[in-house]
């Protein structure tokens, strides 16, 4: 059995709604009729000067080039003070500093925290400076690509997992290189959660094996409309929003320097893990084990008709236990959506009885049950997928059982029928079936195998049937070799990861 992990600190880290008390609405009211204004035209004016500006101490370099010292004076004379006129504007009328930066020699990285929304760049190069570690997608677009050969930002390549083997490369090319003597800077969290919470860290910094310092950024009350994540509020409504009010504070908090010990210099995973501990507890917030993915899985829950929370599984914590990759986790939700016909974040036994189609009620309720390890009569999406890579493991024997349940099954012609079908439930213990329920569940399998007319089902429909639906091969075995045989074979079996991912690719050969 895959071993289960405990509830996550926040559920959904990649939801954010605005709630306002009544001061701050007629605060947001008053400064919508006065300050909104003034500031648009104010921006208007600043804003292109400063991309201006930072395009003229970038003009000649390439990304991934050195500014000369020219460049540098101009960026920092010029650029910057400008930069801090356009967050002035903003609303940042001033920016409270708690500690000190450590020197580059001392801790040559600096993680930066939480990432929750698109201005965080723009607060991290404009008032702290830096070379931030950042996706390559930054510079195929011309207002970016300014930022990114001014900023001398370390680009990597996200897209494959080739290619982010290779980060380890970019930050070590960075880090050795002597004409380098800016801190390279990263958002560990990779991706923008609510604000609320620390999202899992990437490794990326961290492979090194290097000092690092953690710098927190705090925008207290008003983190709620910095914030932009993927089930929020618009990014403009924020930027609004933020233009109304009087003052937006932010204080950029720089902690003690984080010394790796050799265990985390050997795992970049743990170093990381362990900088976010000492991050939540500085910004006295939760962590989790989120990551981007959570962020992806949410938004295709939203494109289903689920709520974002039914795909927050915590990622970073589960989906190496299940050895499940991206497109099988999308796959699996699709699924999921399919079952909860109310809509919402759980599925009852009742929709998965109405799902499978399948007339043995104690079958179904059991079935349920192995899901359902924590009793709440109510199955999340995380649940579902704990329970599938168990139920799964629990056929050992499928190529055998998918042979002798077809020879049971198929008639003379070699296809799968309701005479078939019906005869089949017949055997279970108890049953209580008829010729009806077996022409429903047969028409469940066409649908399920992908089969667009109401022919009998091939032998190559009846194994998509089993890819697209493994459930079915737990019934089958329970008809075969008796109701028990399942709890007695996975309740005291742990699994081991590669054996668990080659159970489950086994469920989906064609």
Request: one cysteine or more.
């Amino acid at each position: 059995m895959v071993r289960r992990f405990p509830e996550p600190a926040v559920w959904n880290p990649v939801r954010h709604r605005l709630q306002f008390t009544p001061l701050e609405i007629l605060e947001l009211a008053v400064g919508a009729v006065t300050l909104l204004p003034v500031r648009i035209v104010c921006l208007i004016i600043t804003w292109p000067l400063t991309m201006f500006s930072i395009y003229l101490a970038g003009i000649g370099s390439r990304v991934g080039d050195r500014l000369s010292p020219l460049q540098r004076l101009w960026l920092f004379k010029v650029s910057t003070p400008l930069t801090r006129l356009c967050f002035f504007f903003f609303g940042f009328l001033w920016v409270k500093y708690k500690g000190k930066r450590a020197p580059h020699q001392e801790a040559p990285v600096n993680v930066v925290a939480p990432h929750a929304s698109p201005h965080d760049g723009m607060f991290a190069g404009g008032l702290i400076y830096g070379s931030m570690l950042s996706c390559k997608e930054l510079a195929d677009h011309f207002v970016t690509r300014i930022l990114v050969i001014a900023g001398e930002l370390v680009i990597v390549d996200r897209s494959s997992a080739e290619a982010r083997a290779k980060v380890k490369d970019a930050v070590l090319a960075f880090l050795q290189d002597p004409t380098r003597q800016t801190h390279l800077m990263a958002f560990a969290e990779g991706t923008c959660g609510n604000g609320e919470s620390l999202l899992c860290f990437r490794r990326g910094s961290f492979l090194a094996g290097v000092p690092v310092q953690p710098i927190a950024l705090d925008f207290g009350s008003a983190q709620k409309l910095a914030s932009w994540t993927f089930d929020g509020n618009h990014v403009a409504i924020g930027v609004l929003l933020q233009l109304c009010r009087l003052h937006t504070p932010l204080t950029i908090r720089f902690l003690d320097v984080y010394y790796p010990s050799e265990a985390e210099k050997e795992d970049a995973t743990l170093f990381a893990d362990n900088v976010q501990a000492v991050m939540a507890r500085a910004l006295n917030i939760p962590h989790t084990r989120h990551t981007y993915e959570d962020g992806v899985l949410a938004m295709k829950a939203m494109e289903l008709g689920l709520p974002s929370s039914a795909g927050t599984i915590e990622c970073g914590a589960v989906k190496p236990a299940l050895g499940l990759s991206g497109d099988e986790l999308a796959d699996q939700l699709k699924r999921f959506a399919a079952i909860n016909t109310v809509k919402d974040a759980s599925v009852t036994v009742e929709q998965m009885a109405s799902y499978f189609a399948w007339p043995v009620q104690q079958h179904v309720q059991s079935l349920f049950n192995e899901y359902d390890t924590g009793h709440c009569k109510a199955l999340t999406f995380r649940d579902f997928l704990f329970g599938l890579v168990d139920l799964t493991h629990a056929v050992p024997n499928r190529e055998e059982l998918e042979s002798k349940i077809y020879e049971r099954l198929s008639n003379e012609k070699g296809a799968v029928d309701r005479s078939g079908v019906l005869q089949l439930l017949e055997s279970a213990d108890n049953a209580d079936v008829s010729g009806e329920d077996a022409h429903t569940l047969l028409a469940r399998w066409r649908t399920l195998s992908g089969q667009k007319t109401e022919s009998d089902l091939s032998r190559d429909d009846f194994a998509s049937l089993l890819r697209h639906a493994p459930e079915y091969l737990v019934f089958f075995q329970w008809l075969q070799y008796g109701h028990s045989s399942y709890p007695v074979d996975t309740a005291v079996t742990p699994v081991d990861e590669p054996d668990r991912r080659r159970s489950l690719k086994s469920s989906k050969k064609e």
